[in-house]
């Protein structure tokens, strides 16, 4: 079995905050350092007033209102302020590629 599907298969869906104001979501391990890995990622460069702060993200999603990166397969985020577990319904609309929309 290839090394990156043992990590997905204890992965969980994370929306990951910075001291640089990024929002990023992906699968990853929560944890409370200052870097961390995230696989299949997306940033949020835009998120709309609907989400009722940068947690309605985790919580609901984004909407149509969001404006939401494409995919890519990993990335390493520095400066970590904040890890969050998304829910089922929020990790449906992150794949959806809500930009497209």
Do not use: N
Request: proline share 5%.
């Amino acid at each position: 079995m290839k090394e990156w599907m043992v990590f997905m298969a204890d992965a969980v869906a994370l929306l990951v905050t910075t001291k640089h104001r990024g929002v990023f979501f992906g699968y990853g391990q929560p944890s409370d350092q200052e870097t961390i890995r995230l696989e299949h990622a997306r940033m949020c460069v835009y998120w709309s007033s609907d989400m009722k702060g940068v947690l309605g993200l985790a919580a609901q999603g984004p909407s149509a209102g969001c404006k939401v990166g494409p995919e890519v397969p990993g990335i390493t985020l520095r400066d970590v302020t904040a890890v969050v577990e998304c829910s089922a319904a929020a990790v449906k609309l992150w794949k959806e590629e809500p930009w497209a929309r």
